[in-house]
């Protein structure tokens, strides 16, 4: 059964396993003393717990949104430098070199407004957050301004209050993860530094795995499984890009026709923020309401609400199924448990564990499959060759 090619964003190239040797050990030793020095920090800091994660996350994330360029260009490079060829390594600095050149003009308009702001959070993120849950409040009497019966009327005034609480809650909670995500921030610093070594060495690490196996099945195997993985983080990375596009495009169109204030910018900032699952919704909702006018706040909260009801529900489970083959009720599902389970960060890494898990059990199967066929041809008089192959 030949391997199928790598996507045209994977971080793959690899196509032969030699022995191991020295160079085998060293890179699965680097990556578990990686894992080891993860462990220790998550161990003595509960902080790290999601720090650690948090910044895997990214790292990964922003691997894959720069691999396409990367690949780029060393592919084109040759046919314009007689040959050449940028290393990994060096094709990355570059794209971040040219990241820095599009950055620095705006950090030079902008950055002391923006660096200004920081040292205020532990204030403004609570002054709004109350600011929030009072209009929430307020617009719990919505429906007054229509006439029905009065039992109509009592149940819409109980659900009201039912549903204002549980938004009121869960700003809360955001409010006071903003807050504490402080002590996090300075690790973003690693983020760049984490992906360009994701992206130079995945395929050193890749290579080692699957040679430090015994036989040539599980050497296959291995590698098929690591590949696989490899194009559902991609696929799930460019389908979140795709969702936050839709969702800037979505929140900035819709903040122009309601007139709001720096519409743009809080479009380009919903977009953004759409990759740190309902903490950024919430952080979205809040900023756009601080800018509303007092008459404009409840149609405000009915367009981000009735837009995270069509993106949970309708565009992100499709764009998941297109991308990882996964089922929009699958991915619904896995997002619920992921909340439950760990919140904000259960929901990050819910569909791509679900996605790695899918390929996990199905390579399992198709090697449960193959080492029975393999012994049936062994029990009716067949035999394998000195190297594992079937004879």
């Not at 895997?56 to 050449?84: D, I, K």
């Not at 149940?155 to 209050?161: I, K």
């Not at 009801?309 to 009720?329: G, K, T």
């Amino acid at each position: 059964m030949p391997a199928p090619a790598a996507s045209a964003s994977s971080l793959d190239d690899v196509t032969e396993f030699p022995p191991p040797d020295g160079t085998v050990a060293l890179n699965l030793g680097a990556a578990a003393l990686f894992l080891a020095l993860m462990v220790v920090a998550v161990a003595f800091d509960w902080v790290a717990v999601k720090g650690v994660f948090v910044i895997a996350f990214l790292s990964v994330a922003l691997a894959y949104l720069v691999l396409p360029a990367v690949l780029l260009m060393r592919r084109v490079a040759p046919a314009w430098f007689g040959g050449w060829r940028p290393s990994r390594i060096l094709a990355v600095l570059i794209v971040y070199a040219g990241v820095a050149l599009i950055v620095a003009p705006v950090w030079a308009i902008w950055g002391d407004k923006i660096a200004g702001t920081v040292p205020d959070v532990a204030r403004e993120v609570p002054r709004h957050v109350a600011r929030f849950a009072s209009q929430v409040r307020a617009s719990e009497r919505w429906h007054e301004r229509f006439v029905v019966e009065r039992e109509t009327r009592r149940l819409l005034r109980a659900m009201n209050h039912r549903v204002s609480l549980q938004v009121q809650d869960e700003v809360k909670v955001v409010g006071a993860e903003i807050i504490r995500a402080r002590l996090v921030v300075p690790w973003l610093a690693g983020v760049p530094l984490i992906a360009l070594l994701l992206v130079a060495q995945w395929p050193a690490f890749h290579r080692s795995a699957a040679r430090a196996l015994p036989t040539p099945h599980l050497k296959w195997r291995i590698d098929q499984f690591l590949r696989q993985v490899n194009i559902v983080l991609a696929s799930y990375t460019r389908a979140q890009a795709l969702s936050a596009l839709i969702v800037g495009l979505i929140c900035g169109t819709g903040f122009a026709l309601m007139q709001l204030p720096n519409a743009a910018m809080l479009g380009i900032v919903a977009g953004l923020l759409e990759t740190i699952p309902i903490a950024g919704p919430l952080a979205v909702a809040i900023s756009a309401t601080a800018v509303a006018a007092p008459s404009q706040v409840l149609l405000v909260l009915a367009f981000l609400g009735g837009l995270r009801v069509l993106q949970d529900y309708v565009v992100y489970p499709r764009l998941i199924r297109e991308a990882m083959h996964l089922h929009p009720l699958a991915v619904v599902a896995a997002i619920w448990l992921g909340a439950f389970a760990g919140g904000v960060l259960g929901v990050c890494l819910a569909v791509p564990t679900v996605g790695v898990l899918k390929v996990a059990w199905r390579q399992y199967q198709e090697y449960r499959t193959i080492e029975r066929l393999v012994r049936e041809h062994e029990a009716r008089g067949g035999g394998r060759t000195g190297d594992g192959a079937i004879s």
